[in-house]
């Protein structure tokens, strides 16, 4: 097997880049039907979510709109549980439908510091997309409207996603080996 060495770590093929390919297309396809009439204010979380964004907007083939805030709550393979914004919303959001694009959602802090940033915006409706989703690890009361793939509790890289800082070249999900 191709493993792959991330700074003191090896990780392993996990998911092809056909198939995720396969799923934001689907994204896609399911929020053009069910936006139709809007005209959606796409937010990706930055960095993860770059790729993602960026093949999802290409695939949702109606007008929208698209920009990024950045935010950070990993540090390495475990989460600090600490959120905070890093670079704000320059644009009014008002009466918009928005629609967060996540990389992924593990324990739900970013989401819960999301709604936090966005709930005096007076917003049309706020959406939650993500493309990666670890049922086992989220624990928050929170709706998540879009979930490309559910994943174990494992720590991945790739496709946008990092281990402090590397990886998010890489086109395959890669999971961490855990043991040899
Ligand atoms: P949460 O706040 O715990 O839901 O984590 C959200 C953020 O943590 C994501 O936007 C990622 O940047 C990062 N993250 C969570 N799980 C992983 C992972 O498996 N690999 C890489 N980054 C992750
Ligand atoms: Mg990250």
């Known amino acids: 097997m191709d493993a792959l060495k991330l700074h003191d770590k090896f990780f392993i093929p996990f998911i092809k880049a056909h198939e995720i390919e396969a799923t934001v297309k689907k994204m896609a396809q399911d929020m053009v039907a069910e936006l139709q009439g809007e005209q959606p204010l796409f937010i990706g979380i930055l960095n993860g979510s770059f790729m993602f964004v960026a093949d999802f907007v ?20 475990a989460t600090t549980g600490k959120v905070k914004e890093l670079v704000g919303l320059q644009e009014n959001i008002e009466g918009k ?17 999301i709604h936090q940033i966005f709930k ?61």
């Open 97 to 113: 439908t928005v629609v967060i694009l996540e990389d992924i959602i593990d324990t739900g802090n970013t989401l819960e510091e």
């Open 120 to 180: 005096d915006k007076k917003v049309k409706a706020l959406k939650i997309a993500t493309l990666f989703f670890k049922p086992d690890v989220f624990k928050k009361d929170l709706k998540i409207d879009y979930i490309g793939l559910s994943i174990p509790n494992k720590f991945i890289v790739g496709y946008g996603l990092d281990y402090d800082g590397l990886g998010r070249n890489l086109s395959d999900i890669y999971q961490l080996k855990t043991s040899n």
């Open 58 to 77: 290409r695939q949702y083939n109606k007008p929208c709109e698209v920009s990024f805030v950045k935010l950070a709550s990993y540090q390495g393979t």
